[in-house]
């Protein structure tokens, strides 16, 4: 079956920065558009970012545009989210999703399988 395993998470001080992974198995990764969301308490699960199935194209939620960025390595089934200059509302659990096609964006329904999550938590 599909997995998706984050790693990367971790505490951080506002300003700083972090690198996501998200390792794929049990699907032709190369195939499917992939992104990123995350879940801060108390909030519903926001898209944060999303790459096509080559990666050449990216889309982004306007609270990280200029501040993340989302890539893949289809040789090594892995999709990063580079984040820099942190701030404290960055603070959430990060999840990795894997697209029904090999277009996706920023839309729930777009993706079928997810990750377990990772927590980021941006201190002032």
């Known amino acids: 079956q599909v997995q998706l395993v984050e790693s990367g998470g971790g505490l951080v001080q506002a300003g700083g920065s972090l690198r996501l992974s998200c390792l794929a198995s049990?699907?032709?990764?190369?195939?499917?558009?992939m992104g990123w969301f995350r879940q801060a308490p108390g909030k519903d699960r926001e898209f944060v970012a999303a790459t096509t199935w080559s990666g050449g194209n990216s889309d982004y939620a306007d609270s990280v545009k200029g501040r993340f960025t989302i890539s893949r390595d289809n040789a090594k089934n892995t999709v990063y989210l580079q984040m820099n200059s942190l701030k404290p509302e960055d603070s959430a659990v990060y999840y990795c999703a894997s697209g029904r096609t090999a277009y996706t964006g920023s839309y729930y329904s777009e993706y079928n399988y997810w990750g377990q999550g990772t927590q980021v938590t941006v201190s002032s």
């Open positions: 049990g699907r032709t990764f190369s195939s499917y558009g």
